[in-house]
């Protein structure tokens, strides 16, 4: 529950930011060496694992050199970097109902490389987020307007 809600008020929060800050990549990178700062920060002082840190730090570095290039150049930095120039245009809500379509790609991805097959009820699941997407693609809740298609300015705000 924890990860979703930190998801949303990610969604939020980078509708409001790419609107101000039009540069995606500057505001990608921003938020990459924040993660990134943070990550190391709270690595450290993870009681758990304190006294083995640098060393497990090493070893998966060492171990996992590919697979950690993918993680951070693709899943992370491409995906950030799409979703920041994406959501200039697209509501926080419509960002959702986008993002809540994870899953189901993940499956047919699964599906498609590995050969994996849904459950019945995974299938149901799919199918039902699948509807959720296609009624919010039909329903309008919310396009944004850009400021010079509105016609009055009322203090700081257009309406």
């Known amino acids: 529950m924890a990860a979703a809600a930190a998801s949303a008020m990610f969604i939020l929060r980078l509708e409001s ?11 990608n990178a ?21 006294q083995y840190w640098v060393e497990s730090v090493k070893i998966t570095l060492s171990q996992h050199k590919w697979e950690l290039l993918y993680l951070s150049a693709i899943t992370t930095t491409l995906a950030n970097w ?11 809500e419509r960002a959702s109902v986008i993002y809540a379509m994870d899953p189901v790609w993940g499956a047919l991805w699964a599906n498609a490389i590995l050969g994996e097959v849904l459950s019945p009820m995974g299938s149901l699941g799919a199918l039902i ?20 298609s509105t016609g009055k300015k009322i203090g700081s705000q257009i309406v």
Do not use: E
């Open 129 to 148: 987020i699948t509807l959720a997407a296609a009624a919010n693609a039909i329903i309008d809740f919310g396009t944004k307007r850009s400021n010079s």
């Open 30 to 50: 921003t938020c990459l060496w924040c993660v990134a700062a943070a990550s190391l920060i709270w690595s450290i002082f993870d009681r758990h694992q304190k």
């Open 82 to 92: 799409i979703q920041t120039r994406a959501q200039r245009q697209v509501t926080a």
């Open 17 to 27: 930011a790419s609107s101000v800050i039009t540069d995606a990549a500057a505001l």
